[in-house]
Structure formats: C-alpha cells, structure tokens
C-alpha cells in the first residue's frame, strides 16, 4: 500500500480500509512475525524462557502490561521493543490533535471535520516510530501533564467561553490516542493521578476542570515499577492495580553466563584507548 497516494477518507474507503485498536495490531502483528520466525525483543537475554513467554501471552490477550521488577533488568528496554509490534502506517484526520481515526472519530473536531467535507476529508499518515510516548512518573507529575487542562489563551484567540470544549488542552494520555504509552515508575505518581488514569482505562472517560467528555481513548499502557518503591516512595492504587490486565515479574540473570553476555552487549568502553 503506497500511504502518499491515499490523501483522503474516499481513498481509504476504496482500498476498503478496516480499522482496529493498537493492542489488535499488536496481537496481529506478533502472531505473524512468530509465524515467519523472526526474532523478537532483540538483545533481551536470560528471559527467553520466563518474561519474554508471559510478555507474548499479555500481548495475545491484549492487555495493559506491568513491569515489575528491579533496576537494571530491562523493562524499560522492553517496553521500546514493543513498538516494532504496531503497524507500519496508520491514517488520521488531518490536523486532529489525537490522532482520531477517519472511520471512528472521537473528538469534536474530527467528527465536524467529516460532517462538513465527508468522503473529501483530508487524511494523513503516522508512522509506528511518532506513535511512542513515554513518561518518568515524578511526585510533580500533574493531571494537567497527562489528561490536559483548559488554555484560557487559546479561548481569548478564539473569543470562546472557558466553558466551550474548543479551549481544552489536551494532556500526554490524549495525544496518545491509537499508541503505545510507557509510564516508568508507576508508584511514584500521586493517587489522584493514578486514579485518574483508572477512569481512562476503565470508562473510557476523561474530565477536564469540569467538563466531562466520553474520549473512548485507544491506548496501549505499559507500566514498570520497582517492588523497592512500594514502600520507600509509595504504591500503586488498588482500581488501577486492577485493571492492569498482566503483570510480569523480572529479574536479574540465572547464570553466570548470560550475565557476561549481557555485560558484554552492554559495554561502552572502547578497547583501542590506551592509558
């Protein structure tokens, strides 16, 4: 499929075009590169036989996946590599903020957008690598850096009322709409922000300074968490803990030899300095 010769939502509509959410092409594309006998999570050693298996079983039953584990032991790294598992190309509405789907818009730009032009909606195309977020939870971490926030400039530019939905900003978790979102260090985010995170994962919904808006965001989490946080720094609420379809435990290499292999393809030091 040539995507720079597919401008409009009647070209996608030709070519007979069949969306689906970010954890279905996932499961798709990893199915078929398991299938072709490619290697997957390239130079994540000594997990072959534990955290890689249950990583694939989380992705085939499309769920939001927890890292649990030390530092040090790759998840982070994972968490990347799950990037190669998305479709090359997707289409969107052009000049959406979140990414919506021309078939199943979200936003209240998008949907007006196809009302008033229809098949003639221009589209354009998003490549896997612009479709990674990731995210250092921090104690300052706020519901405005992740959900959004009302831009009272954006309402004086456009003479609206702070009470139009036109003047939202939208936060990290919304711009991420139809991607893959990595959020490190789960615990260390305040309850009222994980909380929030709950509401999107649960209902779909997402409220902003009062308003209430149905976004059924299409967003693929990735958690990690260091079991030495749970007490140091804090923990992760039980309704988000909840809804984390899979948590996979990590750990530090079994033998002495993928430790040295690992020590090895890690290595920055060059061997030719002399001192």
């Not at 398991?34 to 994540?44: A, D, H, N, P, V």
């Not at 706020?142 to 139009?164: E, R, T, W, Y």
């Not at 305040?190 to 929030?196: F, L």
Request: net charge negative; proline share 5%.
């Amino acid at each position: 499929m040539n995507v720079s010769e597919i401008k409009t939502l009647g070209d996608l509509k030709k070519i007979n075009y069949q969306p689906k959410s970010v954890k279905r092409e996932m499961r798709e594309n990893l199915i078929r590169l398991t299938r072709s006998g490619e290697e997957l999570f390239e130079g994540i050693k000594g997990y072959e036989h534990s955290v890689i298996p249950q990583l694939k079983q989380a992705i085939l039953a499309e769920h939001n996946i927890n890292f649990l584990g030390l530092r040090g032991q790759a998840k982070t790294r994972m968490a990347r590599q799950m990037i190669e598992l998305l479709d090359e190309y997707i289409p969107f509405v052009s000049g959406s903020e979140i990414n919506d789907d021309p078939f199943q818009p979200i936003s209240d730009f998008a949907k007006n957008r196809i009302n008033k032009l229809g098949d003639q909606t221009p589209i354009e195309w998003l490549h896997r690598s612009e479709r990674f977020f990731e995210k250092l939870a921090t104690p300052d971490v706020s519901v405005a850096d992740l959900i959004g926030d009302v831009d009272p400039i954006k309402a004086a530019n456009l003479k609206l009322a702070l009470s139009d939905p036109e003047v939202i900003h939208y936060g990290m978790v919304p711009r991420a709409n139809r991607c893959l979102f990595v959020i490190n260090e789960l615990p260390d985010l305040q309850a009222r922000i994980q909380v929030s995170l709950f509401s999107i994962l649960q209902e779909g919904e997402v409220q902003i300074r009062g308003f209430k808006l149905k976004l059924p965001l299409d967003v693929a989490f990735v958690f990690t968490a260091n079991p030495e946080d749970y007490t140091n720094r804090g923990s992760i609420v039980t309704p988000l803990k909840d809804r984390i379809g899979s948590q996979i435990v990590t750990h530090y290499p079994k033998d002495m030899e993928t430790a040295k292999a690992i020590t090895a393809q890690e290595e920055k030091w060059n061997s030719t300095i002399n001192i």
